[in-house]
Structures are given as structure tokens and as C-alpha cells.
């Protein structure tokens, strides 16, 4: 396989090679079967474990590899970056010698840095190297982080929300917001059942929140059970209600966002007015999102062209940069 850029995300995993092709998009859970007397196995990973979360016996168990960007458990996340590795590669001589360079959250400790590349070691990687991920996604993204301006970045995860503002291949301000994807679709999940009481489960409250991003007319149909009763039920909710639950996350990242701008120099707020903010991450598809930045802010929010999987691409094309990988060493 040679070399990949990996984002290892809360909530999907991406892949990409050193000719930054796309080679893996998947969600970030695995099942896991624990049979009697043998060691755990993985059942499944990606889009067919996520599939079968809810649909099997007790033996299986769903798991995620990391929680809030970062590593808790060691196994788990050796067994699953082992797993996309055999899904990428199945011959073992196809995977010897594979190097990758890693997305990170620039907020992660020491350890947890420490706890991903020793997981990553273990699955076979070869001598992997991190990079923190705002800075992977703004280069996915066809920026420079070595360029003499300040540029603002907001990834906009699952799990996570973070903002980070860099210059010269140093970074200037950076914060992290724990209220990101999941919180919103929480958010539509209690808006459906104190509004039109319902219960749906969590896949489907994260998918209507997605659906509300294509949906062509005002409303949407939902289905689910009737919190009362219990019985199946359908209900028409507004892209606009919808929209409106979600608003208190979406005004926490902008809080995040003005506390970030905050520790700025002023030359580098001048920057940022002009260039405006690069936003990405799958949160940031959310409708509306841009919007309501930019009315908040007040300068210019430039989406990512692919917001998934910028990260997977910027850190595939750093593997061919190894001054810019040293610059960001230490984040
Ligand atoms: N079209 C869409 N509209 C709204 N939200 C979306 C859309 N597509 C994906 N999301 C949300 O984006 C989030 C996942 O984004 P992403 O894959 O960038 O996260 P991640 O990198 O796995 O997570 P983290 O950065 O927290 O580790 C999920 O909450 C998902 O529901």
C-alpha cells in the first residue's frame, strides 16, 4: 500500500493513498463477537457494522474506536485501525512497510498522542507520524499553512468542534468545543419527542437531520414510535422547526469561534476578515450552517469543497512534505 492519509474520526474514518486517492470512507464502529473460550473477534467494521448496530444477538457488541477524537481504549482502536488495514490490504505482504501520516485533534494531551501512535504501531503501521487535523483539513483544502497569512479553520466533527487560526506553520489560537455533529442531531431527536412525541432512534434523528440538507420541499415525513403509547407513528415536522432546534449548538460554535478570534493579533484578525473562515467536517453540511455563521460573525464562511474528506486528504498529501510535518510537530 506504500503510504495513507488516515482521519480517524468519532464518528467516520477516512483513508486516502499518497496519490491522494480516496480508498476508504466508512463509519468508525466495529462488532465485535466474544465466543466462549476464544478471543474476541471482529464481526464487522465500517457501513456493515453500522448496519447491523441494534440487529444482533448478545455475543456481539458494537464499539467505536476512539470517544471525542481520542484513544480510550487501546485495544479496541489497535484492533479496528487492524481492521481497516486487512479491508484495505487482506494479503499481509501487501501491508508490509505501510507508513501513514494520522489526523489528530489539536487539543489531544501527550498521551492520548502517544496512546494513537502506539495503537497505530501495533496494527502494522510503519513508523506512523500525526498531524494535527485542522491543519490537515486546511491543506486538503488547498491551503498553505506555511503561508506568512493567518487563516481561520472550523472542523466541525461529530464529537468535536474546533477552531484553530495558524500562520507560518505555527499555531496562534486554538479552541475546542466538545458540541459538534452529535449534539445536533440530540438536538432533533428531543425536539421530535417534546414537539410532536415521538420517539426515533439515533441513526434515524441523525439522518433526518441530513435529510433536512436535501429535502426539496418545507417539511419532512418522519417515523417512529409514539412516546405515549408506544404504537408506530408518523408525523410531518418543518425543515424550519428543525432547523430552529438545532440553532443553541450552532450558536455554541459560533461562541467558540468569537472566543478563538479573541486571542488573535490584530494583523492576524485583518487576515481573517479578508480571507474569511474555511469551514469543514460533516457538521458544517448542516443547512444553514454557513449562514449562520456568517450573520454572526460577520466575514465571509468559504465551505470546504469536501468537507468528509478533506482531512484523509491533506494528511495523504503532507506524506510528501516533511518540512510542513516537522513545522506541526509539537501540535
Ligand atoms: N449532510 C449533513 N448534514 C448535517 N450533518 C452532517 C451531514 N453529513 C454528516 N453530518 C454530521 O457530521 C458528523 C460527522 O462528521 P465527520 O465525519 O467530519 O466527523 P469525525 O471526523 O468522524 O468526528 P470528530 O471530528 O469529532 O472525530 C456527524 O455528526 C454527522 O451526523
Given at each position: 500500500m506504500g503510504a495513507l492519509g488516515i482521519d480517524l474520526g468519532n464518528s467516520n474514518t477516512v483513508v486516502c493513498t499518497g496519490?491522494?486517492?480516496?480508498v476508504l470512507e466508512e463509519p468508525s464502529v466495529m462488532l465485535l463477537r466474544a465466543s466462549r473460550g476464544r478471543r474476541v473477534k471482529v464481526a464487522a467494521i465500517g457501513h456493515d457494522a453500522r448496519d447491523l448496530v441494534g440487529r444482533t444477538s448478545a455475543e456481539v457488541t458494537a464499539m467505536r474506536p476512539l470517544h471525542d477524537g481520542v484513544i480510550t481504549d487501546l485495544d479496541t482502536a489497535q484492533a479496528f485501525i487492524r481492521a481497516v488495514l486487512r479491508k484495505l490490504a487482506p494479503h499481509r505482504w501487501q501491508r508490509i512497510r505501510t507508513t501513514a501520516v494520522i489526523g489528530v485533534p489539536l487539543g489531544a494531551t501527550p498521551l492520548e498522542r502517544r496512546a494513537l501512535l502506539e495503537a497505530a504501531e501495533e496494527a502494522g503501521l510503519h513508523r506512523p507520524v500525526l498531524l494535527a487535523e485542522p491543519i490537515a483539513g486546511a491543506i486538503g483544502c488547498?491551503?498553505?499553512?506555511?503561508?506568512r497569512r493567518t487563516h481561520l479553520v472550523v472542523d466541525v466533527g461529530g464529537g468535536t468542534a474546533e477552531v484553530t487560526a495558524f500562520c507560518f506553520g505555527e499555531v496562534l489560537a486554538h479552541r475546542s468545543s466538545r458540541i459538534a455533529g452529535d449534539e445536533m442531531t440530540l438536538a432533533v431527536y428531543h425536539h421530535l419527542r417534546e414537539r410532536h412525541g415521538i420517539l426515533v432512534g439515533e441513526i434515524d434523528a441523525e439522518d433526518i437531520k441530513i435529510r433536512c440538507g436535501t429535502a426539496e420541499g418545507p417539511t419532512i415525513a418522519v417515523a417512529g414510535r409514539?412516546?405515549?403509547?408506544g404504537r408506530p407513528k408518523l408525523v410531518t415536522a418543518s425543515i424550519e422547526e428543525i432547523q430552529e432546534a438545532v440553532r443553541p449548538v450552532t450558536d455554541a460554535i459560533v461562541q467558540t469561534l468569537a472566543s478563538c478570534m479573541d486571542d488573535l493579533p490584530p494583523q492576524s484578525v485583518g487576515d481573517v476578515l479578508a480571507e474569511g473562515l474555511l469551514a469543514f467536517g460533516?457538521?458544517?453540511?448542516?443547512?444553514g450552517f454557513h449562514e449562520r455563521l456568517d450573520e454572526a460573525l460577520g466575514f465571509s464562511v468559504k465551505p470546504a469543497e469536501r468537507p468528509l474528506t478533506c482531512v484523509a486528504e491533506g494528511a495523504a498529501s503532507a506524506l510528501r512534505n516533511q518540512s510542513l510535518l516537522e513545522s506541526f510537530r509539537g501540535w
Open positions: 496519490r491522494s486517492e480516496l488547498g491551503v498553505d499553512p506555511l503561508d409514539d412516546a405515549a403509547t460533516g457538521g458544517s453540511l448542516l443547512r
